[in-house]
């Protein structure tokens, strides 16, 4: 029993520890488990999150590399700390930090007139998450579904990663222009800016790098009603006649989008029928 509440107990001084180093408010928590002269343990925990935020803003630069370049470093450094005391990782592993960011932007008050940024930060997280995600098949699970079962019993999932990010802004042309070179690459962002288009990003993983391309209406429709989890007849209700199934699924089964054809649930009945 004593080993039992002595394991409890340093459980949960781990566990404050933690609190502590992520967050400045929570130097109190500390208290009952320091003894004697806390001056070093104070001076250690000041250091230990200095090297912390130091590693977070690098954490969070290399999953956001558009919104760091568009921030500048220092911007930028000053977001990721702010994220990192109002948002701290809930994980050992900093590669999982950082989804709050686009939610945290859009609250900003300081990055109103940047009303892209929150959606350019969520392609730059959709594009991180699928470099991070495991493989997905060759073919799809269940493709031969297709040529048997009724479309408005069939679902299609795609493989780990692979989303669209839908936005009232040019985010694929911002998102592209800035891995590439030349004098003048903003150009086609300021024409993008100026005719108030609207891009939807579709991200997958080609090989082991992330790609992102621009959907047209047709396609985004589709992929959208996917996502929500319709029915592939729902899906192509959504689309439209100018959307072209079997030139979408050539490329895909090429490119490796889909994970699985799944026989969905039968829908369920109306009370009295």
Request: proline share 5%; hydrophobic share 45%; net charge negative.
């Amino acid at each position: 029993m004593i080993a039992r509440q002595d394991t409890e107990r340093e459980a949960e001084r781990q566990r404050q520890l933690l609190r502590t180093l992520w967050r400045r408010d929570a130097d109190d928590a500390l208290t009952p488990w320091m003894q004697g002269d806390t001056a070093p343990v104070q001076r250690g925990l000041g250091a230990y999150r200095g090297n912390a935020a130091a590693i977070a803003e690098r954490a969070l630069g290399a999953a956001f590399p558009t919104v760091r370049e568009l921030l500048g470093a220092e911007s930028f450094e000053s977001l990721s700390r702010a994220l990192w005391h109002r948002h701290p990782p809930e994980r050992g592993d900093l590669a999982h930090w950082g989804e709050a960011l686009a939610g945290f932007i859009e609250s900003d008050a300081q990055l109103a007139g940047e009303a892209y940024l929150a959606d350019l930060a969520r392609l730059d997280w959709a594009v991180h998450r699928i470099e991070h995600a495991a493989d997905g098949p060759a073919l799809p699970d269940g493709l031969a579904l297709l040529a048997e079962a009724d479309p408005a019993r069939l679902g299609l999932a795609f493989r780990d990663g692979a989303m669209c990010v839908p936005s009232r802004w040019p985010i694929v042309s911002i998102w592209q222009v800035h891995r590439r070179e030349g004098d003048d690459r903003f150009a086609s962002v300021r024409a993008a800016f100026a005719a108030g288009r609207a891009e939807c990003a579709w991200v997958w993983r080609d090989g082991w790098r992330a790609a992102v391309s621009a959907l047209d209406a047709p396609d985004a429709k589709f992929v959208a009603a996917l996502q929500r989890g319709e029915s592939l007849a729902s899906a192509l209700d959504d689309a439209g006649a100018a959307f072209h199934f079997e030139a979408w699924l050539r490329e895909a089964v090429t490119h490796r989008w889909l994970a699985a054809v799944r026989s969905l649930p039968d829908a369920p009945t109306e009370a009295g029928q």
